[in-house]
């Protein structure tokens, strides 16, 4: 049976043909059509106009009442598979910790990490599955997820067996990240050297035997991994076929970028510390260069240079980050109103950056973040509105009147 969506008022991003990403001057812009209808068949979009559409008998017709038909949301960076939560962390932070302070007294990651070992992989699923809908239900069509609670080779891998068990259960389009070196655990503090070791030697090869990640992540940064000790681990990474996506220069400028950039990342993400290096270095690469606009807002940091990144001439994408210590939220329309309101990008900017370019940073450009006949039918159907603009600017209140997932609607 085919689904018709009709009386869309708005229907963005229509792309024919199918570019990977869209930078500086050209995030501004989206091709649109105006009162426009939408087809789905076997979950994937088969073809769309403008004008009045003539459904035939059989299928299932959507009014759209007039509001926005977008590609679902593509959120390229969240950690939303942990146990527990951290808001005792929060008051601190409240009370004039810093985030590595917090970190350095075995808080941080460390903490849930502690409390992910005690959670069986059941509990550890029955527990992320919620988030997994709620994302759905605040529009996300495809998300990566990373391990880096575990610090073990046991439980990164209960991590990643829930991950996929996620991606079993609901419409969700899930990639998964290994991410050992999120941080140095407890029992090697004075020994991350070993800590390297064990991620290289025990931990890589047990996720590639198991076919449990698409991408590998370092936390490099200053505190936690060297830029030396990224480059071993992204390396042996590779040799399992594990493309790079990391975490770089949240804390200060670490030089992650460039190790990232020199080992073919897909995406280097936060990036609060970027300077013209920095720049000159993603303008020669393939790499998407991620904003985290979310954690920057929940801690309290320095946004990322976003205008800098784009009048250079760069892509940008925009992600949640959502995680229990530094962006408890996987709220894509905040994120989109946070571009627009502290990285000062423009409302199709934002846009681009939570499609297309978010689809790009975790390697889903032929499938998602465009409107293109043959993608995944992973779709936004808003409130009636007279202008996208609305959506981002009205911060704090969902304007998403239905999601559909792979042709089906959640
Ligand atoms: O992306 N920066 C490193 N990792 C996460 C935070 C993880 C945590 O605090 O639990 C992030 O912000
Ligand atoms: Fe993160």
Avoid at 44 to 50: L, N
Avoid at 196 to 212: D, G, N, S, T
């Amino acid at each position: 049976m085919r689904l018709v969506l009709k009386n869309i008022g708005s229907l963005l991003i229509t792309a024919h043909e199918p570019a990977p990403w869209v930078s500086g001057k050209e995030m501004a812009s989206v091709d649109a059509l105006s009162n426009a209808w939408l087809v789905i068949e076997h979950g994937r979009i088969a073809c769309y106009g403008e004008g009045e559409v003539i459904p035939f008998p059989d299928d299932e017709v959507v009014d759209c009442n007039g509001g926005v038909v977008m590609p679902a949301f593509c959120d390229s960076h969240t950690h939303l598979v942990y146990a527990g939560s951290r808001e005792q962390e929060y008051e601190d932070k409240i009370r004039g910790l810093s985030y590595e302070e917090i970190a350095r007294r075995g808080g941080g990651i460390l903490n849930s990490a502690k409390l992910l070992s005690k959670t069986s992989e059941d509990d550890l699923f029955e527990q992320s599955l919620p988030r997994a809908y709620e994302i759905i239900r605040s529009g996300t069509g495809a998300v990566e997820i990373k391990s880096g609670y575990g610090l073990n080779t046991r439980d990164e891998l209960k991590m990643l067996r829930v991950i996929k068990r996620l991606a079993e259960e609901t419409e969700l389009t899930i990639r998964s990240t290994f991410l050992g070196a999120h941080a140095v655990p407890a029992n090697f503090r004075s020994d991350q050297e070993g800590y390297v070791r064990q991620v290289i030697e025990e931990m890589i090869p047990a996720v590639a035997q198991e076919k449990l990640a698409d991408f590998i992540d370092v936390f490099c940064d200053r505190g936690f991994f060297t830029v030396e000790q990224t480059g071993q681990i992204l390396e042996a990474g590779a040799k399992y076929g594990l493309a790079p996506k990391i975490h770089a220069n949240e804390l200060d400028y670490s030089g992650g970028i460039q190790v990232g950039v020199r080992h073919h990342a897909r995406s280097v993400d936060h990036l609060e510390f970027v300077g013209e290096e920095e720049l000159a270095v993603l303008k020669e690469s393939g790499t998407m260069p991620t904003i985290l606009p979310g954690a920057s807002l929940f801690l309290g940091l320095t946004y990322a240079p976003a205008r800098k990144m784009i009048e250079a001439g760069l892509p940008v994408a925009l992600a949640s980050d959502y995680n229990p210590g530094s962006s408890p939220s996987g709220n894509m329309e905040l994120v989109m109103s946070l571009g627009i309101m502290q990285l000062k990008m423009l409302p199709f900017e934002v846009l681009n950056a939570v499609t297309r370019n978010g689809a790009y940073a975790m390697g889903l450009e032929d499938t998602h973040g465009t409107i293109t006949p043959g993608k995944t039918a992973s779709l936004i159907i808003t409130e009636p509105m007279a202008d996208f603009g609305f959506m981002p600017y009205a911060y704090g209140s969902s304007q998403i009147d239905r999601v559909i997932l792979n042709g089906k609607i959640q």
